[in-house]
T-cell receptor, first 111, second 116 residues
């Protein structure tokens, strides 16, 4: 199974840009990359998804280099409410890998 | 309506009890999932239902018994659980069984289960 590696934790301050990188060296041709956010005692919430280059939505940006062996979730100008665990998932639409959560990155935003 | 609801929010049960967790969605999704999440750990996939049929069982002990009565409902029947089964149980749904590009899973808020 394609394995993802993320930093265990990150700290930031309000108003800063936060970049969380996920390593997925064994990514397959048909795999896409999905990021979820989870607050304590809540279910994960979809943030962004991409296959290559750059994807942006109203919440975040996702940067994927040409070799696709890593991806970076970028959160602009974080606030206290962005304190959460962020998970990177890698998989394709015919297998269970897209349903496998890695260890995630615990982001703590300070005032 | 993009909501997945789960009941109850909290459940305390003894090791000899039988209880059920309920999950409901009205988004027309044809895939539903049960995950188990221990404290400070990622969610772990337990079961996948595809078009109301069980398609994946991640070697879950038989004391957990899933049921999908219709396309909107998913139950998890619990019997003779152990204290180590205490966790947050999350339900999710998606339009297709294995979410592809431009598709995601929608998660419910979870049921916090404590087994005494």
């Amino acid at each position: 199974l394609a394995k993802t590696t993320q930093p265990i934790s990150m700290d930031s301050y309000e108003g800063q840009e936060v970049n969380i990188t996920c390593s997925h060296n064994n990514i397959a041709t048909n795999d896409y990359i999905t990021w979820y956010q989870q607050f304590p005692s809540q279910g994960p919430r979809f943030i962004i998804q991409g296959y290559k280059t750059k994807v942006t939505n109203e919440v975040a940006s996702l940067f994927i280099p040409a070799d696709r062996k890593s991806s970076t979730l970028s959160l602009p100008r974080v606030s206290l409410s962005d304190t959460a665990v962020y998970y990177c998932l890698v998989g394709e639409n015919t297998g269970r890998r897209a349903l496998t959560f890695g260890s995630g990155t615990r982001l703590q935003v300070q005032p | 309506d993009t909501e997945v609801t789960q009941t109850p929010k909290h459940l305390v049960m003894g090791m000899t009890n039988k209880k059920s967790l309920k999950c409901e969605q009205h988004m027309g999704h044809r895939a539903m999932y049960w995950y188990k999440q221990k404290a400070k750990k990622p969610p772990e996939l337990m079961f996948v239902y595809s078009y109301e049929k069980l398609s994946i069982n991640e070697s879950v002990p038989s004391r957990f018994s899933p049921e999908c009565p219709n396309s909107s409902l998913l139950n998890l029947h619990l019997h003779a659980l152990q204290p180590e089964d205490s966790a947050l149980y999350l339900c999710a749904s998606s339009r297709d069984p294995f979410p592809g590009m431009q598709e995601t899973q929608y998660f419910g808020p979870g049921t916090r289960l404590l087994v005494l």
